[in-house]
């Protein structure tokens, strides 16, 4: 009996301690960013008074780091004791340049100890010792982490042009970047749409070209892009003095964040020019948004600006923009084309790489370094630069073959000004869409690079332009909790990212945002349909996915609204021809999303010939010839691999094979005002039996005008009774340089 009673009780205990060690284990799968190693031990560290012991840690970071412990444990106290029970010990260890930001962390029952080559290292075991006390209930998880980051640049970039954010919201930010271990944040001070920093020797900068008579960046740019004094009743804007710089600096210092200053040229610079009209081609206001090269004033006025710049800001890296600039005023000016021909120059790409080479010299002259956008490279790049690829991922990849440090940003993965669920439920943003799972799917560096030249890959960075976002707590909702991927790619290796670990993690992180004061996206507001399309077969494989958790998906195939006693989605859907499914999204047994519609067809045209009497935009090809008869629909992004992109006209032929019966055709185009895609101005259809001989069976124009907010999808199509072997389908753009037209299938029933 004594065996048996035992037995029990050594049962029991191991049960417990396997169940804790289950309980630590899901603790840190939660982390974000994941750990590069950890050892799950049983047991929590539960001193709600802890003791701190330092080692070997300077007396200012001392100061720092308890500020940081007291967050986590706000009763934590300095000991000159290590042996302590429920001590904190955080040791410094002699630096070394390979180990600049990783750190060691072992958590006990009784003690926490940390070790870590730099300050930085010791920060980061701090806030994954807050993520750990966050994320669990009864104290600090008992785990053994050993870590480091993947790349030594992981930033967020700020656009403060188009609308003005306070010192507090700035810093409230910088807090939740140093929790999820980013290091860089990218402060885009001027645009033409408003300078934003205090340069004490050109005043106004700030009491002029911070200032517009308009309330929100939509009225100014539709209007007319007008500035105006800070004493006028209308004025909107705002600027950081350097003072506020200073307390910025110090304050993202503190949480081992640096703050890399944008000073645009020489394009974007409207405000600039309104201000200072000397420093233009023209030598008049509201002319230009480029400064002019061939001015020497140009360069006195910048270097001048920079030079203030570069004592407010420790950062190694200056950034100067660089990007979008129109040629057009330098090819008119005498000044411009006098310096290319003075200095031999090409054309005005290498006037361009004139003016960033001085300004690289310069900067080199205060210790800095020059960054700047990918347009950079146009003309020839500057020996040191480093390159910002936004314009998908050739900037970088071209930077890093020329040996030349890249920071990968492309638009389509790390643009934040993108919608990130269904527009229709969205607020208005510029365009695009990329939802949590996309940015967590970014590989930062390209497989084409060799050894060598991935090396040139430090980082990557997220960029949130601020158009359509006017308040602080939008900012917020576009931010959160897409940074939390961005975390992830920044940190963990490759091959340690795990989207079924992640997204668990990221929907338990909603609630630390919520707690912090966030104003975070809930992750999903809408159910997201996949279709695969079988020609063999002949049908299609209809599936869903809700990134929220835990939630329940329903649906209908009959018309009728989903409820709870409606089917439970658990295996893709197949259809044979065509289906009306509805579906929504219930928790807690109630519905909590509005109903989505979908309406899979496998139409008669999949598979079919498409000849392109226009081709198509060379930068959105999709999937080619093939596009628009593959049997896949566009989603909410055009950019998504089935949206084809025209910047001309559209005329194609669709080949049926015989003479068809043919009752109704579905051409969808997509229209967002911000990007520059619009619907057509009218569309033809015409169908043939020979292709020779063709007839007109329908004229479409548009009745949706170009200005309509959001995004939107409009069918240009036919429904009659007609029987053709060749369709023909044109569409008309009005002229405007830039624009886009994008059809995703040409559907016939």
């Known amino acids: 009996m004594k065996y048996i009673k035992n037995f029990v009780l050594l049962f029991a205990v191991a049960t417990l301690l396997l169940s804790c060690n289950s309980g630590n284990e899901r603790v840190v799968e939660l982390l974000i960013p994941q750990p590069a190693k950890t050892i799950i031990k049983s047991g929590r560290f539960t001193h709600d008074t802890p003791v701190v012991y330092f080692s070997n840690v300077s007396d200012s970071d001392k100061e720092n780091l308890l500020e940081l412990i007291k967050g986590v444990f706000p009763s934590a106290t300095e000991t000159l004791d290590s042996t302590e029970s429920g001590v904190i010990r955080v040791k410094q260890l002699p630096y070394s340049n390979n180990a600049t930001e990783s750190y060691d962390l072992c958590v006990s029952r009784s003690s926490i100890d940390i070790e870590a080559r730099t300050p930085a290292g010791l920060i980061y075991a701090i806030q994954t010792i807050a993520q750990l006390n966050y994320l669990s209930t009864r104290g600090v998880p008992c785990v ?15 656009d403060v042009s188009r609308h003005f954010y306070s010192v507090e919201f700035i810093k409230k930010q910088l807090d939740v970047m140093s929790f999820y271990k980013m290091n860089r944040f990218h402060w885009h001070l001027t645009d033409g749409a408003g300078w934003r920093i205090e340069i004490k020797k050109y005043p106004r900068l700030t009491t002029f070209a911070a200032w517009r008579p308009y309330n929100n960046w939509k009225e100014f740019w539709f209007g007319e892009r007008l500035y105006c004094e800070q004493t006028d009743a209308k004025a909107k804007g705002g600027y950081y003095t350097q003072e506020d710089v200073k307390e910025i600096v110090a304050y993202a210092q503190k949480l081992n964040i640096t703050v890399i200053p944008e000073i645009e040229m020489p394009g974007h610079s409207d405000e600039v020019l309104a201000a200072y009209p000397e420093l233009s081609c023209k030598g008049k206001p509201y002319t230009s948004g480029e400064m002019c090269i061939g001015n020497e004033a140009t360069y006195k006025f910048l270097t001048d600006v920079l030079s203030e710049v570069c004592e407010l800001f420790p950062s190694e890296y200056i950034h100067i923009g660089g990007d979008e600039a129109d040629h057009k005023n330098w090819k008119e000016c005498a000044k411009c084309q006098g310096t290319i021909r003075a200095k031999g120059l090409k054309n005005e790409h290498e006037l361009q790489s004139y003016l960033i080479q001085r300004i690289e010299n310069f900067l080199s002259t205060k210790g800095k370094k020059l960054i700047g956008w990918d347009e950079i490279i146009e003309g020839g790049l500057s020996p040191y630069a480093t390159v910002m690829a936004w314009r998908g991922e050739a900037g970088g990849i071209k930077a890093a073959q020329m040996g030349h440090d890249a920071i990968m940003t492309p638009g389509n993965w790390l643009y934040f000004d993108a919608y990130q669920d269904n527009p229709a439920t969205e607020p208005e943003a510029i365009g695009g869409y990329l939802p949590l799972s996309r940015v967590y799917s970014y590989e930062p560096v390209p497989d084409s690079l060799s050894l060598e030249e991935k090396s040139h890959i430090i980082g990557v960075q997220a960029n949130l332009w601020t158009e359509y976002i006017q308040t602080e707590e939008h900012v917020e909702y576009m931010l959160y909790p897409r940074v939390l991927a961005l975390a992830e790619l920044g940190w963990c290796m490759a091959d340690a990212k795990d989207w079924e670990r992640f997204l668990p993690a990221a929907n338990r992180h909603l609630e630390i945002l919520k707690d912090k004061g966030i104003n975070a996206h809930q992750i999903s507001n809408s159910v997201i349909a996949e279709e695969v399309v079988d020609v063999e077969k002949q049908k299609i494989e209809l599936s869903f996915r809700c990134d929220k958790m835990p939630v329940d998906i329903r649906y209908t195939n009959d018309g009728s609204e989903p409820t709870i006693e409606s089917e439970l989605y658990n295996a893709p859907i197949s259809i044979k021809d065509s289906a009306i499914i509805k579906v929504a999204i219930f928790q807690n047994d109630e519905r909590i999303t509005e109903v989505q519609t979908f309406t899979p067809l496998y139409h008669k045209a999949i598979g079919k010939k498409v000849s392109y009497n226009i081709p198509h935009c060379s930068h959105y090809v999709a999937k080619g010839e093939a596009t628009l008869t593959d049997g896949y629909n566009g989603g909410a992004s055009y950019g998504d691999g089935s949206w084809q992109g025209f910047n001309k006209d559209v005329d194609v032929v669709l080949d049926m094979g015989e003479v068809t019966p043919i009752r109704e055709i579905e051409v969808n185009f997509m229209q967002q005002a911000g990007p520059w ?73």
């Open 677 to 749: 895609i619009w619907f057509p101005e009218y569309v033809d259809i015409y169908m043939s039996e020979d292709g020779e001989t063709w007839r007109n069976v329908k004229h479409i124009s548009n009745d949706v005008p170009r200005d309509t907010e959001g995004m939107l999808i409009k069918n240009f199509g036919f429904a009659g009774e007609e029987r053709c072997r060749y369709i023909r389908y044109t569409a008309h753009q009005l002229p405007k340089e830039g624009a886009y037209m994008f059809i995703d299938e040409i559907k016939v029933k």
């Open 144 to 158: 053994i982490i050993s870590d480091a980051p993947r790349f030594a640049y992981r930033g967020i970039h700020l």
